[in-house]
Nanobody, 122 residues
Framework: VQLVESGGGLVQPGGSLRLSCAAF????????MGWFRQAPGKEREFVGG????????YYADSVKGRFGISRDNAKNMVYLQMDSLKPEDTAVYYC????????????????WGQGTQVTVSS
């Protein structure tokens, strides 16, 4: 099993980034997917998640209205569109897989990517 994130980088406040996560080695279309992030000195936190079908999404209050999650089961891909970025969004972002339903806690997820750095700074 492998999850590979891409798309991170440096962006100015108010800017946008789109993260991608490619999944390999498991039945992607049967798994809910989650995005988490971890800032320096802080615990890993739930950003949002998407159901196996893509029909249901959940977001942390801190990103609601600014971030959007989508998936393409034909391509085994999940995406995190991040708009109106703020300096406090700076973190390493991880995609995760495993649960049947979206879960806001990292313990519910079996598989993790290596993470991609997002830095929001002027």
């Amino acid at each position: 099993v492998q999850l590979v994130e891409s798309g991170g980088g440096l962006v100015q406040p108010g800017g946008s980034l789109r993260l991608s996560c490619a999944a390999f080695g498991f039945t992607f279309s049967s798994s809910a997917m989650g995005w988490f992030r971890q800032a320096p000195g802080k615990e890993r936190e739930f950003v949002g998640g998407i159901s196996w079908s893509g029909g249901i999404t959940y977001y942390a209050d801190s990103v609601k209205g600014r971030f959007g999650i989508s998936r393409d089961n034909a391509k085994n891909m999940v995406y995190l569109q991040m708009d109106s970025l703020k300096p406090e969004d700076t973190a390493v972002y991880y995609c995760a897989a495993g649960p049947k339903y979206v879960a806001p806690t990292s313990a519910e997820y079996d598989y993790w990517g290596q993470g991609t750095q997002v830095t929001v700074s002027s």
